[in-house]
């Protein structure tokens, strides 16, 4: 596909957004999240071309990156219902673990991995029956990171084509949500505060719900408790804890806000806009998405092993769904941090078969 093709694309969803209707395919809808009631998973942040490009001494990167390798820690975890994976480098974006050819023309080949690692993983796993997350960042191109040069050539691309900044991005998601298809099941979107309009939200819904009208999508708008709705385009909740430069993810002695985040599900699976329990159509699964360690992507696994297994145990009894970000080391995740999923893994069978 041609990113020319985009710009079709664009002028629909500019039409739809003009005229204030709002497909029903595009709004929150209870069936397609239905099916991740009390699961959980993990996420790997995996290597993109910034770890080729910008850290060329690092062993491991998007094109030598041991998928066999990570699928044998996976296996491991019977009880995983879903696996969060990766386009852009995180929050910081701009760079890329998939292949886009006309992009990459235009922007570099040195944001974009030559080979489909998204793609294989997205396929692997589902290859396992386990359900595929992607995370993908709004900012898409992020001056903050790019240098000036390439953010003057993504203005000139925007400029010639008569897009927006996020119009740009919404191409993006839909390149890649047409190239993956059903391999992916949902979307976790960060970074879409409050400068982002309902035409914004329903941009990008449709944008990636381009290759798949029944992948379910979060966008995250603000951290801490109660869990709430992104945006009526959301089918479950973001879950962000509380920042981290505030306190860590686990209760360290001190009041711990994220223990808030559990109660607010437990209080109802189902919530609304402003975080109220709702189980009407159209609001959202709560869900919580939290790091094993004390940052998102590295630091001390200090995360008290009883706590997240009553956390994320408590969580799946409510009718949620629970997500652990997990520490990656060179093809899988950093070990402090998988001897601990095997015990939340061990926990949650072990409560299974007391049920049954």
């Not at 696996?83 to 998939?98: C, E, K, L």
């Not at 979060?218 to 089918?235: F, S, Y």
Request: aromatic content about 10%; overall charge negative; proline content about 4%.
């Amino acid at each position: 596909m041609r990113l020319s093709r985009f710009i079709g694309y664009g002028i629909v969803a500019l039409v739809v957004v003009a005229t204030g209707v709002v497909s029903a395919q595009q709004e929150a809808r209870h069936a397609r999240v239905e099916s991740f009631q009390g699961t959980w998973g993990v996420r790997i942040l995996a290597p993109t071309a910034y770890d080729k490009s910008k850290t060329p001494d690092a062993s491991v990167n998007a094109e030598n990156f041991d998928i066999d390798y990570f699928m044998s820690q996976i296996d491991q975890l019977s009880s995983v219902d879903h696996v969060m994976i990766n386009i852009g480098r995180g929050h910081q974006a701009s760079w890329y673990s998939s292949p886009c050819p006309e992009l990459s023309a235009i922007m570099g080949e040195d944001l974009f991995a030559e080979r489909d690692l998204c793609g294989e993983l997205a396929a692997a796993l589902h290859a396992r029956g386990i359900k595929v997350l992607v995370y993908f960042s709004v900012t898409g191109m992020d001056r903050a990171y790019l240098t000036k040069e390439q953010m003057n050539t993504w203005k000139s691309y925007l400029t010639t084509k008569g897009l927006t900044h996020r119009e740009g991005v919404a191409q993006i998601m839909e390149y890649y949500s047409l190239k993956f298809g059903n391999k992916v099941d949902g979307w976790w979107v960060d970074r879409v505060n409050k400068s982002f309009s309902h035409d914004d939200h329903l941009l990008f819904a449709s944008a990636l719900r381009a290759g798949n009208p029944n992948a379910i999508i979060a966008m995250h708008k603000r951290v801490g408790a109660p869990v709430h709705q992104g945006t009526i385009e959301c089918d479950y909740t973001a879950g962000h804890p509380w920042t981290m430069k505030e306190q860590v993810p686990w209760d360290d002695g001190k009041k711990n806000e994220n223990e808030d985040l559990i109660r607010s599900i437990e209080a109802g699976p189902w919530v609304d806009l402003k975080g109220r329990p709702d189980d009407r159509e159209g609001t959202a699964l709560g869900t919580i998405f939290i790091p094993l360690q004390e940052n998102w992507r590295d630091g001390a696994a200090g995360f008290p092993t009883e706590q997240a297994i009553d956390w994320t145990t408590r969580v799946m009894d409510a009718g949620g769904m629970y997500i652990w970000a997990v520490a990656r080391e060179g093809s899988g995740f950093a070990q402090p941090q998988f001897k601990q999923l095997l015990e939340i893994n061990a926990a949650i069978e072990k409560r299974d078969e007391d049920k049954y």
